[in-house]
């Protein structure tokens, strides 16, 4: 069971099948558990790199945006005429 917790490695259907009969229903218990960290963790992991990525992309839109306004080309118009 501790591998469950540390690694995250659930034994095969033989290892929970002894481990149930010498510690009964608290191995599905923990396995569950450890699931549910598993899941809780990977939700969270990716809703803050979806947050970062949408962050670092306002901050480039607003960096590079000025940028892409500001010709570096001479302007061609014609001066107005007074």
Known sequence: M???IERGQVPDQAGIAQA???YGPLVTRVIQAAYGAFH???NV???VSGLALVGSGIVAWTTLGSARR???A???RPDPVD
Request: proline letters at 6%; hydrophobic letters at 60%.
């Open 2 to 4: 501790i591998d469950v």
């Open 20 to 22: 149930q009969a010498a």
């Open 40 to 42: 809780a963790g990977l």
């Open 45 to 47: 992991a990716l809703v």
């Open 70 to 72: 500001t010709s570096f």
């Open 74 to 76: 001479p302007d061609l």
